[in-house]
């Protein structure tokens, strides 16, 4: 069996044993076999073998999050120690200042918070509430997500949180596969920074927003709580894996999906749709107009 074999081979069962729609499988095993038995892989490195199929799962199951990753840096095939990965996701969080890059107070007193990550509650929950306290005397806020690629669910109901006026707002549902369950998210009753409520708030959005950052704009749009200016995210709704399949090839298998109470889905597949569409570059021009409007 060549190497390719191998890599696709393991990916397969991977994605067999725990992708999040198990009654798809058969049809995206189906896919990627038809494409080895036409010699569609033949020839290609590592990198362009994980673009190609890559293309071909997406074609067949149009998840995003469902991927063969390659990596320069050679990766161990032992199951790494849960306190080894943490450490390491612990130091990037804290080296990208827990997602939080910019807090500021624009002129006519609007706030501006521009995250890039959201990052786990027991990580960032005391930057997000100090961010929370520089922004609490403002009269309106843009929450920049236009570069926002993900990140914590639990991040995301702490950031909803300040929103809202109490516990009582049910945000999210997760189910996991694995243990064929569901989570329920709703804001959480104590917070490390002052609430922001009564004002108006405007989320900006672009193509590039991705997963946690989607679900932090998608709960406050659906909850009426801001107004998404920008454009269309790109929509990845699916708590991830990733799973090494060779020294170089990870796969990413959504173990989970979010459901939203309201709607009763999700923007896996679709993204979520701004209520001002327009090209990213032009959205807080557009969103502090909106703003100022609000305020009168």
Known sequence: MT??????ETALARITAG??????????DAVIRRRLAESAYDGLDERELCERVTADLQQACPDKHLRLLWSEE????????????????EAFSRANNHGVRRVEQLDGNIGYLDLSMIAPAELGGPLFG?????LAATDALVVDLRRCLGGSPEGVQLWCSYFFPSDETHLNDIYDRATDSIRQYWTVGHLAGPRYLDRPVAVLTSAVTFSGGEELAYNLKVLERATLIGETTRGGAHPTSRIPVSPHVAVTVPTARSINPVTGTNW????????????????LEAALEHLREQLG
């Open 268 to 283: 896996e597949g679709v993204g979520v749709l701004p209520d001002l569409a327009l090209p990213a570059d032009r959205a």
């Open 3 to 8: 190497l390719h074999h191998e890599i696709l």
């Open 19 to 28: 992708y999040v729609f198990p009654e798809q499988t058969a049809g995206i």
């Open 74 to 89: 050679p990766q161990s095939m032992e199951e790494e120690p849960e306190e080894v990965s943490r450490g390491r996701f």
């Open 130 to 134: 100090a961010a929370m306290h520089l």
